[in-house]
């Protein structure tokens, strides 16, 4: 069982950055594939950037080159960098882990504008 708490959110102007956070509790955590997942009102949940176990990444086409996500196991916490921010970018974001099973977190906003 994981539990995932994200922090970070807010709201920050076109061109500018943040960094979410997403921190886990209990055990194996190097063992969870972790990914970042956004939903924009009155759309689908979609796939922002996925950290599988071994290292390899993968990003939505979107938001290739300007975000990046990445972990660190011994504080169990799991981060998406997200530079030159767009108004396109303003959605919900959700943590996720999976490991035969999907865990979430209860999602943190993150609204781009001027």
């Known amino acids: 069982q994981v539990q995932l708490v994200e922090s970070g959110g807010g709201l920050v102007q076109p061109g500018g950055s943040l960094r979410l956070s997403c921190a886990a509790s209990?055990?194996?955590?190097?063992?969870?594939?972790l990914a970042w997942y956004r939903q924009a009102p009155g759309k689908q949940r979609e796939l922002v950037a996925k950290?599988?176990?071994?290292?390899?990444?993968t990003y939505a086409d979107s938001v290739k080159g300007r975000f990046t996500i990445s972990r660190d196991n011994a504080k169990r916490t799991a981060y998406l960098q997200m530079n030159n921010l767009e108004p396109e970018d303003t959605a919900v974001y959700y943590c996720?882990?999976?490991?035969?099973?999907?865990?979430w977190g209860q999602g943190t906003q993150v609204t781009v504008s001027s």
């Open positions: 996720n882990a999976y490991r035969a099973q999907n865990y």
């Open positions: 209990g055990s194996a955590f190097s063992t969870y594939a």
């Open positions: 950290l599988f176990s071994g290292g390899s990444t």
